[in-house]
């Protein structure tokens, strides 16, 4: 089965940046779409980026408002590995951030990924601190 480990998270000083992790170390990933979901503190689960499935061939990327253009997500095929480079961090970006497959051997529009598709795999989530 898949299992999704997140590594990367901390504690930073608003401005700064992080690079999240999300490893599959018990299949691969080649046929799930990836997203990464923020629980902030007194907040819904928001989807903030997703990517498409390698077997979907698009490579198509999502990204919620609140971190476009800020934060940047990346496939290493070869290491089972999707990253989530953070930046510009600010103290709403607080949370604890979550890595979730989502099985999609075909093209998909991304977005549901993030907004309507229920993950088959989650993993334990890494805490991401913002905080002068």
């Known amino acids: 089965q898949v299992h999704l480990v997140e590594s990367g998270g901390g504690l930073v000083q608003p401005g700064g940046s992080l690079r999240l992790s999300c490893k599959d170390s018990g299949s691969t990933l080649e046929n799930y779409a990836i997203g990464w979901f923020r629980q902030a503190p007194g907040k819904e689960r928001e989807g903030i980026s997703c990517i498409s499935s390698i077997a979907s061939r698009d490579n198509v990327t999502y990204y919620g408002d609140s971190v476009k253009g800020r934060f940047t997500i990346s496939r290493d095929t070869a290491k089972n590995t999707v990253n989530l480079q953070m930046t510009s961090l600010t103290p709403d970006d607080t949370g604890v951030y979550y890595c979730?497959?989502?099985?999609?051997?075909?093209?998909?529009?991304?977005?549901?990924?993030?907004?309507?598709?229920?993950?088959?795999?989650w993993g334990q989530g890494t805490q991401v601190t913002v905080s002068s």
């Open positions: 979730a497959a989502v099985w999609s051997p075909n093209r998909v529009s991304v977005w549901r990924v993030c907004q309507e598709y229920e993950p088959d795999y």
